[in-house]
């Protein structure tokens, strides 16, 4: 199975507050990432956290990690048409693995009017 | 900076045929990687480099040759291309080497028919 598994499709109305989940499998992670793919695009860092973190927050977003259930999340207050995209959540393997990403699938974040 | 440029931004081939997808960096990042994209997967890693004269690796080298001879650019060759090839393709880069906020390329897409 997937070492990082993300729903593949979220949809909220405009101005609700969008929460994209993940899970990875990876106790030893140090840094996970949330990335974000905007159609025909490549993917841009959105943020990310320290394994030795619970939560991190700019702006809009808020990131949450559950170490104990190895559960990452990222809220997005507002949600804006403009954060219509794909989100990736990735973490990093550890140091033997030369520090790969593991990647999620993906979530495409549908917003209604 | 431009950042991380890739060419070209489509490609069609013909199964069998063989051809280079360019990457190009100008942040004096020593890791770079390809990555592949395809629907409803994360990505996956094809090849990497940690600085230049050194390649490794990824999660699905077959079909794929790299070569890191300067710092600036990471060119992989498709040596035999195949429709299981048809793609989407990612370059990134990343100033850290233990670290991913990777930069990312606009992407190639590829059609093997």
């Known amino acids: 199975g997937e070492d990082v598994e993300q729903s593949l499709f979220l949809s909220v109305r405009e101005g609700d507050s969008s929460v994209i989940n993940c899970t990875y499998t990876?106790?030893?992670?140090?840094?996970l990432y949330w990335y974000k793919q905007e159609p025909g695009a490549g993917l841009q860092l959105l943020t990310y956290?320290?394994?030795n973190m619970d939560m991190k927050q700019d702006q809009r977003l808020t990131v949450l990690l559950n170490k104990k259930d190895k559960h990452l999340s990222l809220r997005i207050a507002d949600t804006q048409t403009g954060d219509s995209a794909i989100y990736f959540c990735?973490?990093?393997?550890?140091?033997?693995?030369?520090?790969?990403?593991?990647w999620g699938a993906g979530t495409k974040l549908i917003i209604k009017p | 900076n431009a950042g991380v440029t890739q060419t070209p931004k489509f490609q069609v081939l013909k199964t069998g045929q063989s051809m280079t997808l360019q990457c190009a960096q100008d942040?004096?990042?020593?890791?770079m990687s390809w990555y592949r994209q395809d629907p409803g997967m994360g990505l996956r890693l094809i090849h990497y480099?940690?600085?230049?004269?050194?390649?490794d690796q990824g999660e699905v080298p077959n079909g794929y040759n790299v070569s890191r001879s300067t710092t600036e650019d990471f060119p992989l060759r498709l040596l035999s291309a195949a429709p299981s090839q048809t793609s989407v393709y990612f370059c990134?880069?990343?100033?850290?080497?233990?670290?991913?906020?990777?930069?990312f390329g606009p992407g190639t897409r590829l059609t093997v028919t």
């Open positions: 480099s940690v600085g230049a004269g050194i390649t």
């Open positions: 990134a880069s990343s100033y850290s080497r233990a670290t991913r906020d990777l930069n």
């Open positions: 990735a973490e990093i393997k550890s140091a033997d693995s030369n520090y790969q990403l593991i």
């Open positions: 956290i320290f394994s």
């Open positions: 990876d106790s030893s992670s140090t840094y």
């Open positions: 942040m004096n990042h020593e890791y």
